[in-house]
């Protein structure tokens, strides 16, 4: 099972960037898919997740407003769409799978899979 991701880079304050995760070795549309991020000398932490249907979403309120999470059950991908992006957002962003059936979905421990993790930067 391989999770990559892609879509990271240098952006300007204010931008926007992309971040996508495809999952392969197996399917995952009946599982929770998230996002989280690592800063330098930082823990971890949850930015955003969506149901294995996609009517659930959940954001850290650090990100809520600015970015959107989705998912394309037939490619098998998940998206992360982040605009007004700040200097604070930069980071390594890593793509997981929850494969579990608790809605804790904010909580790393939860996630089985994770992918390599692109890099963010945002300047100022």
């Known amino acids: 099972v391989q999770l990559q991701a892609s879509g990271g880079g240098l952006v300007q304050a204010g931008g926007s960037l992309r971040l996508s995760c495809a999952a392969s070795?197996?399917?995952?549309?009946?599982?929770?898919m998230g996002w989280f991020r690592q800063a330098p000398g930082k823990e971890r932490e949850f930015v955003a997740a969506?149901?294995?249907?996609?009517?659930?979403?959940l954001y850290a309120d650090s990100v809520k407003g600015r970015f959107t999470i989705s998912r394309d059950n037939a490619k098998n991908t998940v998206t992360l769409q982040m605009n007004s992006l700040k200097p604070e957002d930069t980071a390594v962003y890593y793509c997981?799978?929850?494969?579990?059936?608790?809605?804790?979905?904010?909580?790393?421990?939860?996630?089985?899979?994770w992918g390599q993790g692109t890099h963010v930067t945002v300047s100022s």
């Open positions: 997981a799978v929850d494969t579990g059936s608790s809605y804790s979905y904010w909580l790393a421990s939860n996630y089985d899979y």
């Open positions: 969506i149901s294995w249907s996609g009517g659930r979403t």
């Open positions: 070795g197996r399917t995952f549309s009946n599982n929770a």
